[in-house]
């Protein structure tokens, strides 16, 4: 079956750092794939997302591009912030039928300041 | 526009007790859905509605858990008995339908089963 694979966390970074957050995933097919995002206290974000294979992803600074030959969609942002500190999900939908989102175990990005 | 809208926020219940959650989508979304995260997970799907009708329940715990959504707008999750097991968050999430790519997710409700 379709499912996603995310780098283990915690990850500490301090502001203005480099960020990468490395996703992998397994389908059938040519599903969707999305990163989204859980700040302290509130519910579940889309952050960006990409429908087809070499589509770029990007909001807030953030990016992530589908990378069909390595089944990847790897979420970068080039100088982080304070406020980017959250839970990062990705994920895939199963566009058989309907939407169904398959999500990685998720990864927690602290940032210091 | 309001968010996709879950109460209670929190709930703390005693074991083979029931206890429901409720969902109210964003006005016009047809598919609803209810996820569960357990803690340091991804949420896992239990449940799709389309409209009023349940098109994919597989992940479903039939035995202890039940879902409806009359009308095709909101919905309650139900656990009874519940079990220490159960000790989760239940997140609700509703989109356009289907071809629709983006879910919009609700602040979830955490329950703690003692």
């Known amino acids: 079956g379709n499912s996603v694979t995310q780098m283990e966390g915690p990850v500490t970074l301090s502001e203005e750092a480099f960020l990468t957050i490395n996703c992998t995933y397994t389908?059938?097919?040519?599903?969707?794939l999305f990163w989204y995002v859980q700040y302290p206290g509130e519910g579940l974000q889309l952050l960006l997302k990409?429908?087809?294979?070499?589509d770029k992803g990007s909001n807030k600074g953030f990016e992530a591009t589908y990378r069909k030959e390595t089944t990847s969609f790897h979420l970068e942002k080039g100088s982080v912030q304070v406020s980017d500190s959250a839970v990062y999900f990705c994920a895939l939908s199963d566009l058989q039928g309907a939407q169904k989102l398959v999500f990685g175990q998720g990864t927690r990005l602290t940032i210091n300041p | 526009e309001a968010g996709v809208v879950q109460s209670p926020r929190y709930k703390i219940i005693e074991k083979k007790q029931p206890v429901a959650f409720w969902c109210n989508p964003i006005?016009?979304?047809?598919?609803l859905y209810w996820y569960l995260q357990n803690l340091g997970q991804g949420p896992e799907l239990l449940i799709r509605?389309?409209?009023?009708?349940?098109?994919?329940d597989s992940q479903l715990p039939k035995d202890r858990f039940s879902a409806e959504r009359l009308k095709g707008v909101d919905s309650t999750l139900k656990i009874q008995p519940a079990e220490l097991g159960d000790s989760a968050v239940y997140l609700c999430?509703?989109?356009?339908?289907?071809?629709?790519?983006?879910?919009?997710f609700g602040q979830g409700t955490r329950l703690t089963v003692v």
């Open positions: 006005s016009g979304h047809n598919t």
């Open positions: 509605y389309e409209n009023e009708e349940a098109v994919d």
């Open positions: 389908a059938t097919g040519y599903p969707s």
């Open positions: 990409a429908t087809k294979a070499d």
């Open positions: 999430a509703s989109s356009l339908g289907q071809g629709a790519a983006e879910a919009f």
